[in-house]
């Protein structure tokens, strides 16, 4: 029974405020983002990945290990990603894999693996998200543009954040206290933020072709878990860094692939993101549970 009460614990938050931001959206059509938005690039981003990576207990290698684990497991979403768009008979390959690479490790990992596993968990959990923001701002734009922006990367706070965290890490570095505090804030206010706008998204996006948005859905919110088993076994993982890694994988497509099309890619395609987006976040309303309460279950 104690575990069924936990996986209520850690759910129940996540889902309770991404409910708020879709009840807002409905409400309200014209609710402007824009703040948020901007706030949780330029800010609140930064300052979460900063206190997740360095206040957190988080060791250089730790961080070095999960990001290679989850290297691995982009690898295999790509492929995974290849094979069902070439049998879903799509134009475009390229520019529709990132919802099948990039999972929403921030938005809804991080509270998930911060609830499910404390401090500890959300250190690796970072490490994990850390790696897939990334993904988008380089991986992402180049297969949305197909072409890469060297500036693209430069202009964005986040990896800023993470080169700094980094070399706290490798040269262990203890954060000043200020910082640590104002990052903590920042943190939760982030988490806050971008779960009521995931839920504001929801009310805005559409699904323009549900059989092929269900059928990519499936290869990102049911094969993700068992790459992400396969690697925790590949690897003899265990304890909460493997329930972590297990959570990670399973998470529905990123918001962010839809913010990255609609900048660099034809509106067909921007339309096909989205509607994977919206259908795999409300499949994973369902697996996600299963998933959490396989992981605490198993590696706690």
Same mark, same amino acid.
């Given at each position: 029974?104690?575990?069924?009460?936990?996986?209520?614990?850690?759910?129940?938050?996540?889902?309770?405020?991404?409910?708020?931001?879709?009840?807002?959206?409905?409400?309200?059509?014209?609710?402007?983002?824009?703040?948020?938005?901007?706030?949780?690039?330029?800010?609140?981003?930064?300052?979460?990945?900063?206190?997740?990576?360095?206040?957190?207990?988080?060791?250089?290698?730790?961080?070095?290990?999960?990001?290679?684990?989850?290297?691995?497991?982009?690898?295999?979403?790509?492929?995974?990603?290849?094979?069902?768009?070439?049998?879903?008979?799509?134009?475009?390959?390229?520019?529709?894999?990132?919802?099948?690479?990039?999972?929403?490790?921030?938005?809804?990992?991080?509270?998930?693996?911060?609830?499910?596993?404390?401090?500890?968990?959300?250190?690796?959990?970072?490490?994990?998200?850390?790696?897939?923001?990334?993904?988008?701002?380089?991986?992402?734009?180049?297969?949305?543009?197909?072409?890469?922006?060297?500036?693209?990367?430069?202009?964005?706070?986040?990896?800023?954040?993470?080169?700094?965290?980094?070399?706290?890490?490798?040269?262990?570095?203890?954060?000043?206290?200020?910082?640590?505090?104002?990052?903590?804030?920042?943190?939760?206010?982030?988490?806050?933020?971008?779960?009521?706008?995931?839920?504001?998204?929801?009310?805005?996006?559409?699904?323009?072709?549900?059989?092929?948005?269900?059928? !990519?859905? =499936?290869?990102?919110? /049911?094969?993700? &878990? *068992? +790459?992400? #088993?396969?690697?925790?076994? @590949?690897? %003899?993982?265990?304890?909460?860094?493997?329930?972590?890694?297990?959570?990670?994988?399973?998470?529905?497509?990123?918001?962010?692939?839809?913010?990255?099309?609609?900048?660099?890619?034809?509106?067909?395609?921007?339309?096909?993101?989205?509607?994977?987006?919206?259908? !795999?976040? =409300?499949?994973?309303? /369902?697996?996600? &549970? *299963? +998933?959490? #309460?396989?992981?605490?279950? @198993?590696? %706690?």
């Amino acid at each position: 029974m104690d575990i069924y009460l936990k996986l209520f614990e850690v759910l129940f938050p996540v889902f309770f405020v991404v409910g708020i931001g879709y009840y807002l959206g409905k409400n309200n059509p014209k609710l402007d983002t824009t703040f948020i938005t901007s706030f949780a690039a330029n800010i609140g981003t930064p300052g979460m990945i900063i206190y997740a990576l360095t206040s957190t207990g988080t060791s250089f290698d730790t961080f070095k290990n999960f990001f290679w684990y989850y290297i691995i497991a982009i690898l295999v979403f790509t492929f995974i990603g290849v094979i069902f768009l070439f049998l879903l008979k799509t134009k475009d390959i390229i520019r529709e894999l990132p919802p099948f690479i990039m999972p929403n490790t921030g938005n809804m990992g991080l509270p998930i693996c911060l609830f499910a596993y404390g401090s500890q968990g959300l250190g690796v959990a970072a490490a994990i998200s850390a790696l897939i923001i990334l993904c988008h701002f380089t991986l992402g734009v180049f297969l949305a543009d197909r072409k890469f922006n060297i500036n693209v990367i430069l202009k964005n706070p986040p990896f800023y954040a993470i080169l700094i965290s980094v070399i706290f890490l490798y040269f262990k570095i203890e954060i000043p206290i200020f910082i640590e505090n104002t990052t903590f804030l920042l943190m939760y206010a982030t988490i806050f933020l971008i779960l009521m706008s995931l839920g504001i998204a929801l009310t805005r996006f559409k699904v323009f072709s549900f059989k092929k948005a269900l059928i !990519s859905s =499936i290869g990102r919110v /049911i094969l993700g &878990p *068992i +790459v992400g #088993f396969l690697i925790i076994r @590949y690897y %003899n993982l265990s304890g909460f860094a493997a329930g972590v890694l297990l959570i990670q994988c399973s998470m529905p497509s990123a918001v962010l692939n839809y913010l990255v099309a609609s900048i660099y890619s034809p509106k067909k395609i921007v339309d096909s993101v989205a509607s994977t987006i919206v259908v !795999s976040t =409300i499949m994973s309303f /369902i697996t996600i &549970p *299963i +998933v959490v #309460f396989f992981a605490l279950k @198993y590696f %706690n």
